[in-house]
């Protein structure tokens, strides 16, 4: 299988994108601990957790498939 650089996401999925910045030395557990106490929401729950750094120029993405946690950043 060739990687397309895309994230097979399924159909019902939600995106939560932050409004704030985020600092990016976090990994999923920082990450999924925001999810938490900011959202009050699961970060196992299957949806997508998109963080982005202070100038806008990085992004990391937080994403339980149901197999393990994974963490994609550009």
């Known amino acids: 299988m060739c990687w397309s650089g895309m994230i097979p ?3 019902g999925v939600k995106v939560w994108l932050t409004t704030r ?3 990016m030395r976090k990994g999923f557990p ?3 601990l925001m999810v938490q106490e900011t959202l009050k929401r ?3 729950s ?3 957790f ?3 750094g202070r100038q806008g120029g990085l992004v990391k993405v937080i994403w ?3 197999q ?3 963490l994609f950043t550009n």
């Open 9 to 11: 996401v399924p159909s």
């Open 21 to 23: 910045f985020t600092d």
């Open 30 to 32: 920082g990450l999924a």
């Open 42 to 44: 699961d970060p196992h």
């Open 46 to 48: 299957g949806h997508l």
């Open 50 to 52: 998109c963080f982005r």
């Open 64 to 66: 339980h498939d149901g």
């Open 68 to 70: 393990g946690a994974c």
